[in-house]
């Protein structure tokens, strides 16, 4: 099955700098690729998605880049801001399979 | 957009007591539901996968005896914890797929906690 590995585990970063978690998948039929936030007790939120057929994708600050070769997949948060604090977690699936996850990291944004 | 509802929010229980949480799809139709199981600072962990008027599929691991899903509707999956123990103490979350479509929605979780 598809494995998803997600690094780094934690990430700080200052208020308005950037933060880049990646995240690498093992299933090369795998074309679904999207990221949830996550805080304290809530539900994960979807907060952007990719499909096999595109390199990238930007909603505002935050952007996702899929390199279907080296199968790996990023989620970029520019201009960070204390509220993107979270854990965030990457995922990947194939067709109508399961959503497989990565571990998770936690982004702490330093005011 | 689409809503999963998930109920109860949150449940104490006694030890070897049972407890029924419940995902409704408000308006889509879910034909595969997904349950999740998450511990404290870590990932989602795939319980099982329920499709629609068929038998769940269980991840290694999980027991199906102890882990009782129903998906009788397109609206409505079940799990229910039997004979509740306090290492089942865990946030409990399911995922319903809406048909046709990769999207993917999260219920709002339930905290389980065995005294």
């Known amino acids: 099955g598809e494995n998803v590995e997600q690094h780094p585990s934690t990430l700080s970063v200052q208020e308005g700098d950037s933060a880049v978690i990646k995240c690498t998948y093992s299933d090369s039929a795998s074309n679904y690729f999207p990221w949830y936030k996550q805080e304290l007790g809530k539900r994960p939120q979807l907060i952007i998605d990719?499909?096999?057929?595109?390199g990238e994708k930007k909603d505002q600050r935050i952007a996702v880049t899929l390199n279907k070769t080296a199968k790996h997949f990023s989620l970029h948060i520019t201009e960070t801001q204390p509220e993107d604090s979270a854990v965030y977690f990457c995922a990947a699936s194939h067709g109508n399979n399961r959503l497989a996850f990565g571990k998770g990291n936690q982004v702490v944004v330093i005011p | 957009g689409a809503v999963v509802s998930q109920h109860p929010s949150w449940v104490i229980c006694k030890s070897g007591t049972s407890v029924k949480i419940e995902c409704r799809s408000l308006d889509f139709q879910a034909t595969t539901m997904f349950w999740y199981r998450q511990f404290p600072k870590q990932s989602l962990m795939l319980m099982a996968t329920?499709?629609?008027?068929?038998?769940?599929?269980?991840e290694q691991g999980v027991e199906k005896d102890k882990f009782l899903i129903n998906h009788a509707s397109l609206t409505l999956s079940t799990l229910t914890v039997t004979s509740a123990h306090p290492e089942d103490s865990s946030f409990y979350i399911c995922?319903?797929?809406?048909?046709?479509?990769?999207?993917?929605?999260f219920g709002s979780g339930t905290r389980l906690t065995v005294v």
């Open positions: 329920s499709n629609e008027g068929s038998k769940a599929t269980y």
């Open positions: 990719i499909r096999s057929n595109v």
């Open positions: 995922s319903a797929q809406d048909r046709g479509l990769y999207g993917y929605t």
